[in-house]
T-cell receptor, first 119, second 113 residues
């Protein structure tokens, strides 16, 4: 079974500053992928960044970077130079990377963190 | 390329009534997912289809929820009879393969009074 924990229900950041959103996970799978999604008030889930468990380098995508610490089972999202449009819910998620059966790829989400960017 | 389409966007019903949600995935995507997102929580997988077959429906409350994907393209999720605790956003997602990237629709927000 997989479990994602996001301990910050809400976070505030000033525009142009950096912010870190925490995510810890628990899994018995040897290979897995970690994801971050953004969900604005419109409701759509927008994929931000992906980290594979065997990737040696931390993933980066523009202003987003993933601080992956495998031994601590943490996958924190760092947003640099925050913008007003970054205000949204952010979800950490994971799925196993297996070779058999579609159900093995089930994506499990955390409860999310509501980020508010102040001008 | 068109995204995942869902309808209706909003629905308000009274408890014990029925409701149906429709999802049209991205063309060519064989895998389709329905997620339930209760306010303040992350999405929870209800059912996963591979073409027109069910891969995982372990968290679908089968006494009141049903879903089908008859021709392996669009899908319908039905709730009958609805309960107050079914108030949530129902997200549809699709992927080209079971381990491929998920693309989500905008969701259908259900309010049960």
């Amino acid at each position: 079974a997989q479990k994602i924990t996001q301990t910050q229900p809400g976070m505030f950041v000033q525009e142009k500053e950096a912010v870190t959103l925490d995510c810890t996970y628990d899994t018995s799978d040897q290979s897995y992928g970690l994801f971050w999604y953004k969900q604005p008030s419109s409701g759509e889930m927008i994929f931000l960044i992906y980290q594979g468990s065997y990737d040696e380098q931390n993933a980066t995508e523009g202003r987003y970077s993933l601080n992956f610490q495998k031994a601590r089972k943490s996958a924190n999202l760092v947003i640099s130079a925050s913008q007003l449009g970054d205000s949204a819910m952010y979800f950490c998620a994971m799925r196993p990377i297996g070779m058999s059966g579609g159900s093995n790829y089930k994506l499990t989400f955390g409860k999310g963190t509501l980020l508010t960017v102040n001008p | 390329e068109a995204g995942v389409a869902q309808s209706p966007r909003y629905k308000i019903i009274e408890k014990r009534q029925s409701v149906a949600f429709w999802c049209n995935p991205i063309s060519g995507h064989a895998t389709l997912y329905w997620y339930q997102q209760i306010l303040g929580q992350g999405p929870k997988l209800l059912i996963q289809f591979q073409n027109n077959g069910v891969v995982d429906d372990s968290q679908l409350p089968k006494d009141r929820f049903s879903a089908e994907r008859l021709k392996g393209v669009d899908s319908t999720l039905k709730i009958q009879p609805a309960k107050l605790e079914d108030s949530a956003v129902y997200l549809c997602a699709s992927s080209r393969t079971p381990n491929g990237e998920l693309f989500f629709g905008e969701g259908s927000r259900l309010t049960v009074l």
